[in-house]
């Protein structure tokens, strides 16, 4: 298999970037979504509010660009894989 052809992209790799992709997003959103801190009852100087833990402007872009080539990166090499354990049967 060529360097094209491993990074050609067919209708299986499609399907394993989003399987392989769509949990990472979530976590991606977990850790990028404002969280919201309420105070307790005692505490009288304690002022809730929301606050992000990572910029979303570019954290976020970033991550979901590097999670997007890593995930079709793995998804090119479990075909690659795939299709060897596939055509090591057929040849028994």
Known sequence: ???KEFF???AGK???LIILSYPIFLIILFLTAPLCMD???D???CKGGCYSP??????LTVSIIITIIISYILSC????IYNKLKKSKTKK
């Not at 990572?54 to 954290?59: A, E, Q, R």
């Not at 090499?77 to 690659?80: A, D, E, G, N, S």
């Open 39 to 41: 105070c307790a009852v």
């Open 54 to 59: 990572v910029p979303i402007n570019l954290g």
């Open 43 to 45: 505490s009288v100087d």
């Open 8 to 10: 050609k992209p067919t």
């Open 14 to 16: 499609i399907i394993l």
């Open 77 to 80: 090499i479990i075909v690659l």
């Open 1 to 3: 298999m060529s360097f």
